[in-house]
Nanobody
């Protein structure tokens, strides 16, 4: 079973930065399109950043565009999310997974981000 371990979350003031990391145990990570998902309090999980296998195709949700940067390292099986100019509405638990993951997929424990105003 694939294991996903997210880290790097914390408490930060609005305007601050955090860098999230995700390590995957998947043998196909190098070729999988991956995404960062966010679940805000009381809301459903949403995709905020997506990246294809060779980093040539990247997509951001409108809410994080120009503030977040997704990257990956195929050899280290690591997915990263640089988050700058954080806003209180960025608060939530952040997860990484393959782009097509759904509620029946295996998810990691996530990493909690709290942005204070």
């Amino acid at each position: 079973q694939v294991r996903l371990v997210e880290s790097g979350g914390g408490l930060v003031q609005a305007g601050g930065s955090l860098r999230l990391s995700c390590v995957s145990s998947s043998p196909s990570f190098r070729f999988d399109a991956m995404g960062w998902f966010r679940q805000a309090p009381g809301k459903e999980r949403e995709l905020v950043a997506a990246i294809n296998w060779n980093s040539e195709l990247i997509h951001y949700s409108d809410s994080v565009k120009a503030r977040f940067t997704v990257s990956r390292d195929g050899e280290k099986k690591t997915l990263s999310l640089q988050m700058d100019n954080l806003k209180p509405e960025d608060t939530g638990v952040y997860y990484c997974n393959v782009l097509w993951a759904d509620s029946d997929s295996t998810w990691g424990q996530g990493t909690r981000v709290t942005v204070s105003s």
